[in-house]
């Protein structure tokens, strides 16, 4: 995945990014949400997007959010103005593989339908590590590829798109597994027909 051919892909996205993909991940948004909700701290949100999920954030909760497209931020940031939404501290434009943030500085990290749109999605996990507390959680909700059956023959179809697409359709899930540092704790399916998979992973040591 190109980053280049990811901004060209976000930014044609952009205007109608909540009634497509938006509207079809909102039940896994809305329960990665859930329960990241019944925790405490400070949050980051990695790919914050349009800022679809800024207002189901609880208000305990200290939010920072990035994105690399500037034309989805502008979004975002005006969810934020419009919502009166304070406990959002600040929406920043960065690179997911380099980020702007110290050592241990967040208590959860969420990554929503992000992990699969990244260039070196290894070098994204590790990152997301980095600044993640020992003991703290990385709550990622995502699709990843499938075995068998039509949905596995049909993300082998459309993988040699993904620049066009702006994401791997065939993204496997031990890209995240294997990510050292993180022991998983959970994982269940999740909605639109088992499609999206919510993962919570934990920071050792």
């Given at each position: ?101 110290p ?38 909700s995502?699709?990843?590829a ?60």
């Open positions: 995945m190109d980053i280049d051919a990811v901004r060209r892909s976000y930014a044609r996205w952009a205007l109608f990014y909540d009634q497509t993909f938006g509207a079809i991940t909102s039940g896994a948004r809305r329960r990665t949400i859930r329960h990241v909700n019944a925790r405490q701290g400070r949050v980051l949100e990695v790919g914050v997007g349009t800022g679809l999920a800024l207002p189901l954030y609880a208000p305990h909760l200290e939010v920072s959010g990035f994105d690399y497209s500037e034309e989805m931020l502008a979004q975002a940031r005006a969810r934020k103005e419009r919502l009166g939404l304070d406990h959002v501290r600040e929406l920043r434009q960065m690179d997911a593989r380099e980020l702007d943030f050592d241990a500085s967040f208590d959860t990290v969420v990554a929503m339908h992000v992990i699969s749109v990244v260039p070196e999605p290894e070098r994204v996990m590790a990152e997301m590590v980095r600044v993640l507390k020992p003991g703290g959680q990385i709550v990622m995502n699709h990843f499938r075995d068998r059956g039509f949905l596995a023959a049909l993300e082998r179809i459309a993988a040699p798109l993904e620049n066009l697409l702006g994401w791997h359709s065939d993204f496997p899930k031990e890209t995240v597994l294997d990510t050292p540092g993180l022991a998983l704790l959970h994982e269940q399916t999740l909605p639109p027909m088992g499609m999206m998979t919510l993962l919570v992973l934990e920071k050792q040591g």
